[in-house]
């Protein structure tokens, strides 16, 4: 019975989990490898702006470190629980999903 458990539990959490795809992608710009740049040309004062926007992107992926870093402490649990059996191990195998589940949601929002 636990093993049918097991085997149900650890098909969801592959289905539920973003691909590697999906969370390597990112929204920054490019920047081309030659000729003239604006910042190169710009003369006058600078605003604040473009700062202000660097460190909300900062904020931005230091604040995604945290659901991913819980997704791979779940999923670590998920496996541990697998590898050991019994009750105990289907204790880690919820707790792990659990656990998964609450970073993909925080991952996603």
Not at 27 to 49: C, I, K, S, Y
Not at 98 to 104: D, M, P, Q, R
Request: charged fraction near 10%.
């Amino acid at each position: 019975m636990y093993a049918r458990l097991r085997l149900i539990l650890l098909v969801v959490i592959a289905l539920a989990s973003p691909s590697a795809g999906a969370a390597q992608q990112s929204n920054a710009q490019v920047a081309p490898a030659g000729g003239p740049r604006l910042d190169a040309v710009v003369t006058g004062f600078r605003t604040t702006e473009q700062r202000l926007d660097n460190v909300v992107s900062l904020q931005r992926r230091q604040s995604q470190s945290q659901p991913v870093a819980l997704m791979i402490v779940g999923g670590a649990a998920i496996v541990l629980g697998a590898l050991i059996g019994d009750d105990v191990g289907l204790l880690f195998m919820i707790g792990g999903a659990v656990a998964l589940l609450i970073g993909l949601y925080k991952y996603l929002q």
